[in-house]
Structure formats: C-alpha cells, structure tokens
C-alpha cells in the first residue's frame, strides 16, 4: 500500500509530506483548494506524462516521491528483480521535472525509464476518475479480472502451458519445411557439393598436418639439391669440366717432371707440395664419400611433395569455393549431408512433425474450452453480483454484461480461444457497450465502484484511487457510495477524493486539504484531521459557508458520535 507521499514545489504546493494507513481514507476541501493537484502529484510519481505546468511558479524544478510498502509475494517485486533493481521492503517511486518540461525517473533510488515507472506504478496504484478511468476500463484487463474472479488458476495454467507446446511444434515444423524448402531449391548444387566434398574426404586437422609435411618435404628437396650440386662440382659427369681431382692429379705429375728420369735417387725439390696434393686428394675422395653417402641417405621424394601439394590446394580451393576456412570442410560436408538427408527423408520427418502439431493443437483446444466454459460460469456469477450493486448506487436501471466471445483462431493465445468484455447499458431497450462509451462521467465511476466491490478480492494493485466517485448524487445513493468504498477498503488501500458528507463520514482517515494566501502568493495545505476537527469539516461539507448546530448535530449522526 501506498505508506508515504512527499511533494515538493509543484504548482501551489511548495513542501508536503503525507503518510497513509490502510482502510479508507478520504480527501475534502472546498472547490480549487488543491485536491486535483494532489493526484496530479501521485500520478507523476506513477509514471503519467510530465508538464513543465507543474512546476512552482520561481522554482527549477518539481519533484514527487511516493512511497510504497507492497506484500512480499507482490508482482511488483518480480518485475524490479527482472529489471535488474533491488527488490527491498519498500518501493520507492520518485520523479523529477525541470522547468524546461525534462524529466527523471527513480525506483529505490535508481535511475529507469518513464515506462518502466510506469509498468511499476501500474501494479501498485489504480485510479478511477470521472474523466480517465484504468484498468477496469481497459478492455485488455477484463479476462483478468474475470478469471480472477471466479477461474481456477489449473485452467488458465493449462492453457497457458498447451499454448506454449502448440507453438513449439509448429515452430519445429515451419523450420523443418523451411529447411526442405531450402534444400530442394538447392538439390542439384547440394548434391554435387556433397559429391565433391565427399571425394575430397577432408579430415580434422589435415592442412596443418599437410603443411608440416610440405615444408618438411622441401626442405629435404632442398638439401638433397645442395648435396649434388656439391657432387658434381668434385665429379662433374661432363669430360669437359676435369673437376678438382682431376686437376689435383694433373698437378701432382706436372710436380713428378722436376726429377730426372735417369736419377731415381734424385731428391724432388717439390717433396713436401707434392705430399699435400697428396693429402688433398684423400680429403677430396673422403669428401666425395662422404656426400654419397648423404645422397645416398636423403628421402627427399619429388613425388611426395607433389601429392601433398596437389592434396593440400585442393583443399583450400574447395575452402576458396564454399567460403569458408579449411578447418571447417569436414563440419561443412557433415551439415550439407544433414541437408541432403533431410531432403530425401523430409516427407516422414514433416509428417511426424504435423501430427505433433496437430496433436498439441487438440490439447490446447481441448483446455482452452474447459477454460471457456468456466469463464461463461464464472460470467454468469460476475452479471448477478455487480447487478445486486448497482441500485443502491442509483444505477437501477442499467444491466452489466461480461461478455466472453470467441475470436478466430489467427487470435488464439496463451490466454485462451476467447474475449471477455465488461459491457453495459444504462436505460432499458439499449443494448449493452463498452464500458467507456455507453456510461456518463459520473455512471462510469459508480458503475466502476459497484465492479471493485465484487473484483477487489482477486485484485493485486493494493491501493484505489477514485476521484470524485460521488459527483452529482447525494442523499441515499451517496451513503451507499460511502458504504461500499468502506468494503472495498476492508480488503485494499482506498483514497477518495470527495465533496460528500456521507462518503467523508466513512474514512478512517480525513484529510483537509486547504487553499490559503501568503505574502501575495497562493500555497495548498493539508491537514490531517482529529475528531473535533472532522466533525466540523463534514458539517461544513453538509451545511456550507456557515455551520450551524443542525449541521454539527447531523454530522454527529453521520459519525456515529453522540451528541
């Protein structure tokens, strides 16, 4: 319920703090007093449109701050949970407008948006009004209250749930036909895609593998080139090119010539060039050994490296084709075989998926007319109670209808295969309208009171608001106007703003609210009100700008005080 109300700087009010208890608590004051400016404020607080009218004439800005303490298991907290805010005892709902007419918006002290003010102030405050009427009014809001009334929550939790299998296996089965659909435009494509891929065979990992192996490959290529270049140059095949042994030999007779032939025992004066060509002929042939053998020992293989080049281009041109990364060939083959497949066995898959949808649309139909029948009961009971509450509050004359009607199928919803509307026809032989367009301004607000007396038990906003639900009636009609804002008060917080003495009488709570001027300018006042001081309000309320003792004496009967 709605604990505590601060109000600073908005039109005639410059500071104001209010607090609210439970039951009923009522609003009077003379005409222009203020009291408009009071629901103004609260609707501010609530999320309503922002008006830089609002604020004081002299002063920035406005501001409004409604406080609320909501049961632990209210919506309200769901919704501030899911919006990421914390959910504490209290909630509380603040506005600011500045002069310019920009607003701010604030829920436990952190900053939201207007509408998200709005789905929050909604689920805590409802105000009835001669000119703007929510929630009852809403033709959207009419199966709630109907199922709340008198639907067991089993039947609208069924059709809820047949709603959301329904939609499921219709969504399988739109994506499977779409994807057939898809796949048979693309038959021809798709198979030679999978013709392709599936020759091509490619595996997980095998461009790194077959790069590791290229390089490898090349490199050996290389080395094995480095080894018999170097081997012909110390055995060159052409007889053109001797080579370096050769010339080694050639030096070393060209050395031998220096000694005589007929002096064997002559010394060589070129001994010790001589022994190092020598050497270098055995270093020469060891070399030669050598990188034969390391020829000999290379696996270099042209062919290899041709398979693993031809093998790894053509799998990035088949990646370079499909437009997607090598890695990804062998998931690519695998989702156009699923396709394929899908193409070739779609006829049974779709007719497995329509019997599924079939079969849920049959137990979605099936709960959503248990649904219907207990709402046209439940229908039948709402017509009978609100027409019981309608004479007392001169309305005898009108009949009230909850229509529930079905809608075609492209309508149905988790809600059930029907409409509900609140209708009504205020004189006999008219037939029943919407609510909003058959009643008058003041019918609309007694014809929403005698609705709130039935609907207030199943009803989670915890505070009513209604704005002059008595204007125009007095006498009888007035006292039951006053009698049944009390009962709906027993279950839920009740704020009435009111010019009726009978309906005054029934507060818990009086407050005053009061126009007076200071220093040249105009300021609106409240006061909450003792017993004397009620008293006197509701004998003014009966008597007008003098209060005599007839006054007082019939404000006492109306009180209960005696005198």
């Given amino acids: 319920m709605l604990t505590a109300l601060s109000i600073r700087d908005v039109v005639l009010i410059e500071r104001l703090d209010l607090s609210f208890g439970a039951g009923l608590t009522v609003l009077t004051g003379e005409t222009g007093a203020g009291k408009s400016i009071l629901l103004d404020s609260l609707g501010l607080a609530l999320g309503a449109r922002a008006d830089a009218g609002l604020v004081r004439a002299g002063t920035e800005q406005a501001s409004v701050t409604a406080c609320f303490a909501p049961p632990t298991d209210h919506p309200v907290l769901a919704l501030l949970s899911e919006q990421g805010l914390q959910a504490e005892d209290d ?68 059709v809820g749930s047949a709603w959301r299998e329904w939609r499921g296996a219709l969504t399988k089965l739109n994506a499977a036909r779409a994807a057939i659909e898809s796949a048979a435009r693309d038959e021809e494509w798709l198979r030679h895609a999978v013709d392709e891929l599936a020759k091509l065979a490619p595996q997980e990992g095998e461009e790194d593998r077959l ?107 088949a990646a370079r084709k499909h437009a997607v990364p090598v890695v990804e060939l062998p998931a690519l083959l695998d989702r156009l075989c699923v396709r394929l497949a899908a193409l070739n066995s779609g006829e049974a898959e779709i007719a497995e998926l329509e019997q599924a949808a079939r079969d849920g649309r049959a137990r979605y139909a099936a709960a959503a007319e248990a649904l219907s029948k207990a709402r046209q009961a439940a229908s039948a009971r709402l017509d009978k109670a609100v027409a019981k509450e309608l004479p007392p509050l001169r309305l005898d004359k009108a009949r009230f209808h909850a229509e529930v009607a079905p809608v075609p199928e492209g309508d149905w919803g988790p809600s059930g295969s029907d409409a509900v509307r609140f209708l009504i026809a205020t004189n006999p032989g008219q037939e029943p309208g919407p609510l909003a367009r058959i009643a008058s301004g003041g019918e609309m607000s007694r014809l929403m009171l005698a609705l709130k007396v039935v609907l207030s038990a199943g009803s989670v906003v915890p505070t009513l608001v209604f704005d002059e639900v008595d204007s125009g009636i007095g006498g009888a009609t007035a006292a039951a106007v006053g009698e049944r804002l009390a009962r709906v008060a027993e279950g839920l917080q009740v704020l009435v703003v009111t010019h009726s003495p009978q309906v005054a009488a029934r507060g818990i709570s009086h407050l005053r609210v009061a126009k007076a001027a200071a220093g040249g300018r105009s300021a609106t006042n409240v006061e909450i009100l003792d017993v004397a001081e009620r008293r006197e309000e509701i004998a003014r309320m009966l008597a007008g700008e003098k209060i005599t003792a007839a006054a007082r004496a019939a404000a006492d009967d109306l009180l209960g005080v005696v005198g």
């Fill in 211 to 317: 790069a590791a192996e290229r390089q490898r490959l090349q490199l050996g290529e290389r080395r094995a080139e480095a080894i018999a270049a170097a081997l012909s140059e110390l055995a060159p095949r052409d007889r053109r090119n001797s080579g370096p042994a050769s010339s080694l030999r050639s030096a070393s007779r060209a050395l031998q010539r220096l000694v005589p032939n007929n002096q064997p025992d002559a010394v060589n004066p070129a001994a010790d060039a001589m022994a190092a060509l020598e050497r270098a002929e055995e270093a020469l042939a060891e070399a030669e050994t050598l990188l034969t053998r390391l020829a000999n020992e290379a696996d270099a293989d042209p062919r290899l490296l041709e398979q693993a080049e031809e093998r790894l281009f053509a799998l990035r041109a």
């Fill in 91 to 158: 909630v509380v709902l603040r506005r600011i407008v500045t002069r310019d007419g920009r607003s701010r918006a604030f829920v436990n002290d952190q900053p939201v948006g207007v509408a998200l003010l709005r789905r929050v102030g909604a689920l805590l405050v409802e105000v009835q009004g001669q000119h703007e009427q929510m929630g009852l009014a809403d033709p959207s809001s009419h199966a709630g209250f109907l199922d709340q009334f008198g639907v067991p929550p089993a039947l609208r939790e069924a």
